[in-house]
T-cell receptor, first 115, second 108 residues
Framework: GAGVSQSPRYKVAKRGQDVALRCDPISGHVSLFWYQQALGQGPEFLTYFQNEAQLDKSGLPSDRFFAERPEGSVSTLKIQRTQQEDSAVYLC?????????????FGPGTRLTVT | GQNIDQPTEMTATEGAIVQINCTYQTSGFNGLFWYQQHAGEAPTFLSYNVLDGLEEKGRFSSFLSRSKGYSYLLLKELQMKDSASYLCAVKYDYKLSFGAGTTVTVRA
């Protein structure tokens, strides 16, 4: 079956531009996560959705970052007025349920470069 | 983060064994995952431990000691395709906290 997909795979933005990154999770997966991965580092948690509810946004680095999942499936991560420090790979992951033992399946990521 | 510590790099020869250690903060522990990540690709699931002991899955095994806050991933009969970054990830409640990853290079 289809895995987690993300688009675009690569995005170059000029500093100050807004960007929108899309995630299509595995069908039926309740939980959806966004992570930011800097070069040579592990993924860092940004935000978590259970169905359409955003239950945790403690990892969002600033109020320029906004995420939504209005119908409990596709999610969009929006970054307003991009800065150079926003350059990273943004990973989306989904899992069937949030409980113990349910692994997270990752998408291929969107590599954002802010020039 | 939750102080997930793992070595930065390891090098081994094809056919050999490599052990990647991971230590973590024990408070709130809810399971430990190992992921493999090739450059430019998504992390892919390798193993999951929630109880103490060894989980074996073909050439890969993972061990957990909850009281010590310690896990290792054992890669046996190394192949060139095993060259990748290996990420230790600890689940606290519903969230995963990742280590920085261990880059394993397999030499012929």
């Amino acid at each position: 079956g289809a895995g987690v997909s993300q688009s675009p795979r690569y995005k170059v933005a000029k500093r100050g531009q807004d960007v929108a990154l899309r995630c299509d999770p595995i069908s039926g997966h309740v939980s959806l996560f966004w992570y930011q991965q800097a070069l040579g580092q592990g993924p860092e948690f940004l935000t978590y959705f259970q169905n359409e509810a955003q239950l945790d946004k403690s990892g969002l680095p600033s109020d320029r970052f906004f995420a939504e999942r209005p119908e409990g499936s596709v999610s969009t991560l929006k970054i307003q007025r991009t800065q150079q420090e926003d350059s990273a790979v943004y990973l989306c992951a989904s899992s069937l349920f949030p409980g113990q033992g349910y692994e997270q399946y990752f998408g291929p990521g969107t590599r954002l470069t802010v020039t | 983060g939750q102080n997930i510590d793992q070595p930065t790099e390891m090098t081994a020869t094809e056919g050999a064994i490599v052990q990647i250690n991971c230590t973590y903060q024990t408070s709130g522990f809810n399971g430990l995952f190992w992921y493999q990540q090739h450059a430019g690709e998504a992390p892919t699931f390798l193993s999951y431990n929630v109880l103490d002991g060894l989980e074996e899955k073909g050439r890969f095994s993972s061990f957990l000691s909850r009281s010590k806050g310690y896990s290792y991933l054992l890669l046996k009969e190394l192949q060139m395709k095993d060259s990748a970054s290996y990420l230790c990830a600890v689940k606290y409640d519903y969230k995963l906290s990742f280590g920085a990853g261990t880059t394993v290079t397999v030499r012929a």
